[in-house]
């Protein structure tokens, strides 16, 4: 049987779905969101100002889906397109699902019966990264676990068994009136989802295999760092000094997060691809956070190591971690 129909009676969800020149993975990714075992959907198609076919592909899907609802706007971005998503959701609950990626039928249930099984507002899970199918099995949550929220930043931050992506994860709505995604940023996620999670006292989090996450060598987490990277640095640090005072043990986490980040930004740089001033910010962003995540047993292993690795200078971190690329 569905594991939606052990749910009882089920509140609206909805599904907010950003679209932006997909036209090669969009129809998969929306199929797979039609095909979900828990049934009370609403599907917000924001479609931002696409330019390809990607815009009738999924107003051939809503024809025989009356729960899509696709809303136009011109291009503002991830950001802008998840922000008109937000406040336009009539769900009790919200999804963040990205428009090149795959979901297993049972993904919208399973992240729902961790929720209200544990009586929380947020449950997480993790992505699966794909390259070419997402090939998924019957999937049963085995356990769930419940973090306090401080603890479940921390894991974010570090992270661990989640990270801070908007995806894979469900949401009760009212978690978001007053937070939005920052427009005109890149990897908004990072300052962005931990605001959230500090709206509630626990998340509950499972380990499965329902969320697909498609590797795009083309994609902006691959991408060569540009100067709009390095905006995010600065809303990073700004989080940085109000977490300080209102949540001391964050500090360290987000010190972590704050270096992988900027180790992240400089490495996949270019010549001319980034400014003097952004190559030097992200140098004093590792430099001056690079003593407290040495001493920090709960950091990273590999951003650990590429620290170490620092105090030789900037051309061995590159070397390695062309090694670890060529690997």
Known sequence: CCMSETLGKEPLISIIFPVYNVECWVKDALLSVCAQTYRNLETLVINDGS??????I????????????????????????????????????????????????????????????????????????????????????????????????????????FDSCAQAKIYARELWDDVRFPVGYLHEDLPTTYKV???????????????????????????????RKIKTLDLLNASLGVL?????????????????????CLLNAEQGSISRESEAKLKDAIVSNRAVILRDKNARKKTRLALLVSFFGWGAVKSMYSLRRKR
């Not at 043990?249 to 900027?262: D, E, F, G, V």
């Open 51 to 56: 330019k390809d076919s990607s815009r009738t």
């Open 58 to 161: 999924c107003e051939k899907i809503a024809e025989d889906d009356g729960r899509i609802v696709i809303i136009d706007q011109e291009n503002g971005g991830l950001s802008a397109a998840r922000n008109t998503g937000i406040e336009n959701a009539r769900g009790e609950y919200i999804i963040f699902v990205d428009s090149d990626d795959i979901v297993h039928p049972d993904y919208v249930a399973s992240l729902y019966k961790c929720a209200i099984s544990h009586d929380v507002k947020i449950a997480c899970t993790v992505m699966t990264r794909f390259e070419n199918n997402f090939t998924y099995k019957q999937f049963e949550i085995q356990r769930c676990d419940v973090f306090a929220s401080e603890d479940a930043i921390s894991e974010m931050f570090y992270q661990g068994k």
């Open 244 to 264: 300080e005072k209102e949540h001391p043990r964050l500090k360290n986490p987000l010190c972590c997060l704050i270096a992988s980040y900027s180790l992240h």
């Open 197 to 227: 999670f500090l709206g509630v006292s626990s998340i509950a989090f499972f380990d499965s295999p329902t969320y697909g996450y498609r590797f795009n060598s083309s994609g902006i987490n691959h991408s060569v760092t540009d100067d």
